[in-house]
């Protein structure tokens, strides 16, 4: 074989294990987060990927006298298409929500990885990567930092001396901007009312501090206090 030939080989050899190392590297993201589609799934959509796009561009080459006009981006289109399939088997439907469309999103771009490493585009697949990785990884930790968090809800049992203290707590949950959903109070014996409430507690403030300003507050006791998972 010339040696020309074998420098060819060794440059498509490279670029197969180079989609390999890309594929895997964005599969090992998914696979921290226990995703079904993780590090072999990756790897072998960005090997596949490029093997395709080598044989596309260099293997169906014509012979002596051959005129046959090949278009080297016929296979690498229909792999475009193809991954779409590959990708709806990661989404899951759970009732009315939906998983797996970040899944399917990744191995979408890791085919465009393997497409961009066998045209022999390594800084533009690696680059590509790196960005993949980053927007599964830290941009979707930085994203859930900057999201407002939600309220918690909360209920309460209080006791109180006297029904006049209901407008000190309304004046402290105003002052907290604790919206109060639900109440219902009962006499349970001579200058003893149990009251029980339903709050919605702003992320900023917390139920532990709500708690805690409550029974500041006097002739008020808290009985029970505890967090409602919505």
């Given amino acids: 074989m010339p040696a020309g030939d074998l420098t060819f080989q060794g440059d498509l050899l490279l670029r197969i294990l180079v989609a390999a190392v890309l594929g895997a590297a964005i599969g090992i993201e998914r696979e921290m987060h226990d995703h079904p589609a993780g590090t072999r799934t990756h790897l072998l959509v960005a090997l596949g990927s490029a093997l395709f796009t080598v044989l596309s561009a260099h293997g169906f080459g014509g012979g002596t006298g051959d005129t046959t006009t090949v278009d080297p981006t ?27 469309l970040t899944t399917a999103a990744s191995l979408w771009a890791t085919a465009a990885v393997g497409l961009a490493t066998g045209a022999g ?13 980053v927007s599964l990884g830290p941009l979707n930790r930085l994203v ?7 309220p918690r809800s909360m209920q309460m049992r209080l006791e109180l001396t ?22 219902e109070s009962r006499r349970v014996r001579k200058g003893r009312y ?19 300003a409550l029974a500041a507050l006097p002739d008020v006791d808290i009985v029970e206090a505890s967090d409602i998972l919505d």
């Avoid at 590959?86 to 439907?93: E, N, P, W």
Wanted: net charge positive; proline share 2%; charged share 15%.
């Fill in 74 to 100: 016929r296979i690498a289109a229909q792999i475009v298409t193809g991954i779409g399939f590959l990708g709806a088997g990661a989404i899951i439907h759970y009732g009315t929500s939906v998983r797996g």
């Fill in 121 to 133: 585009q390594y800084v533009l697949a690696a680059v590509t990567a790196v960005i993949v990785v």
């Fill in 144 to 150: 859930s930092a900057l999201r407002p968090r939600a």
């Fill in 162 to 183: 006297e029904l006049d203290a209901l407008g000190r707590i309304s004046a402290l949950f105003a002052e907290l901007r604790v919206e109060m959903t639900a109440i």
């Fill in 194 to 212: 149990e009251v029980d409430l339903r709050l919605r507690v702003p992320a900023s403030s917390g139920s532990q501090a709500v708690a805690q």
